[in-house]
């Protein structure tokens, strides 16, 4: 199966290309952490950085599962990538010869980024079905998730070795660069011969965001039929809320700022995060058989929120050893929790894409990612917060707590999931 698909060129371009696009955005996330925490000593502030994306995300959403459904969804990630190509160009020309990012231009090029990233979010997500069979699909799905893996370890070297040599110019250079590849990879997208896909236009001649508006009304409807989707649509706000954070707030802060490690130490510490991203996927093909992704999500999710709650009482209660140490056990149990999720994320994308009708894809994916996305930004500030005020083991103890609360609402989600297929003879 995995053979077929490797062969399949549309699939190999659609690979190269969303990895291209993620390696350049987490490049450049990487480095504007260091920069901003650089530049003002605060884990509040940068997270406000970060946490402007919600603005673009409730903006583009709609919209982009509209286009997924409405429009040629390879088309759209082609203008996507060019997109994207265009912008880094435009902060690269201005860092470079007008005048260095100050914070407020930082958030200019998070915003722009974040939007053209969220316009193309639900036709990336809906692209592989379009180039590749039914059948494969969950295949596809595991493969392309190794992509994941990748970009976790390669960022943080690149980024970290640009910045560092190099400074920031580097940095948006890199970025350019591989916006550039993503576009032409792109170039490589067909739609395999069978697709039953079907692009009906633009509803007479409404405006895109008042014809988005109607059909998402459409797609809410039919997601009543699915009533189970309403627990995973939760599961993942809460899951990014009290989870994400620690990853994006709180263990940046906690090595830069708090242990006052060097960019090296947190340039090893994300490599090590992204091999374990790499070893995540080779494990789920392994462990998620015979149709068994609610296993994973409710066993990591368990799994998780004990683990959190360990490092809340290391953290507390053995505080006083030396930095290198409780960085150790820190950074170990980041790793951990790293391939818990990433087996957690594949799972859930499998149930997703297996459950859901193929003509309203695009809109109830965006609706869920939507639903995910928005509440990410809120966490980060709020452990932005607690990075500033108070020791890493509140951060700690808040996702233990929040992880628990997810289990249940996930245990009664599977179980309705369950009770559906049993009607429909699954």
């Known amino acids: 199966m995995y053979k077929k698909i490797l062969k399949n060129k549309s699939f190999l371009g659609y690979w190269g290309s969303t990895t291209l696009m993620r390696l350049a955005s987490n490049i450049l996330q990487f480095a ?16 406000a950085v970060l946490s402007v994306i919600i603005f673009p995300r409730i903006i583009g959403t709609p919209i982009a599962g509209y286009l997924a459904d409405f429009k040629d969804c390879l088309r759209i990630l082609k ?7 265009s912008l880094m160009l435009s902060f690269f020309l201005i860092h470079t010869l007008i005048n260095p990012l100050s914070v407020p231009l930082i958030y200019v090029l998070v915003i722009c980024l974040e939007l053209c990233e969220t316009l193309i979010s639900a036709s990336d997500a809906k692209a592989i079905i379009c180039i590749v069979d039914e059948d494969q699909l969950s295949a596809a799905s595991k493969l392309s998730s190794l992509d994941d893996g990748i970009v976790e370890i390669l960022s943080p070297v690149i980024a970290g070795f640009a910045y560092g040599l190099f400074g920031l110019q580097a940095v948006l250079l890199v970025t350019l660069i591989s916006e550039l590849g993503a576009f032409l990879l792109t170039l490589m997208l067909r739609p395999r011969a069978n697709n039953r896909t079907e692009n009906p236009g633009i509803v007479n001649k409404k405006s895109l965001f008042r014809s988005a508006m109607v059909s998402y009304k459409e797609a809410i409807a039919s997601l009543r039929e699915y009533n189970y989707l309403l627990g995973i649509i939760l599961f993942a706000p809460l899951f990014n809320f009290f989870v994400s ?3 994006s707030v709180t263990f ?13 130490v947190y340039t090893a510490c994300n490599f090590a995060l992204g091999i374990a991203s790499v070893v995540a996927p080779f494990v789920a ?10 296993n994973a999500n409710l066993g990591g999710t368990i799994i998780c929120a004990f683990l959190m709650l360990i490092m809340s009482f290391v953290t507390k209660n053995l505080s006083s050893i030396q930095s290198g140490t ?10 951990l929790a790293v391939i818990i999720i990433t087996i957690m994320s594949i799972a859930t994308t499998i149930t997703v894409k297996t459950s859901i009708p193929e003509q309203v894809l695009g809109r109830i994916t965006s609706i869920i990612q939507l639903s995910a996305i928005v509440s990410t930004p809120l966490g980060q500030l709020l452990y932005g917060y607690f990075a500033d005020r108070f020791s890493v083991f509140l951060s700690f103890t808040c996702s233990s707590l929040g992880l628990l609360a997810t289990y249940m609402i996930m245990k009664k989600t599977y179980k309705k999931i369950k009770r559906e297929k049993g009607k429909n003879g699954y």
Do not use: C, N
């Open 32 to 47: 504007l952490a260091i920069y901003v925490l650089d530049l003002t000593g605060s884990a509040l502030v940068f997270s």
């Open 79 to 85: 203008l996507g990538a060019l997109g994207l190509m």
């Open 245 to 247: 954070p620690l990853f």
């Open 252 to 264: 940046p802060h906690f090595i830069r700022i708090t242990l006052q490690s060097s960019i090296e």
């Open 285 to 294: 093909m392994w462990l998620i058989r015979d149709k068994a992704e609610h």
């Open 326 to 335: 409780l960085l150790s056990i820190v950074a170990g149990a980041m790793v």
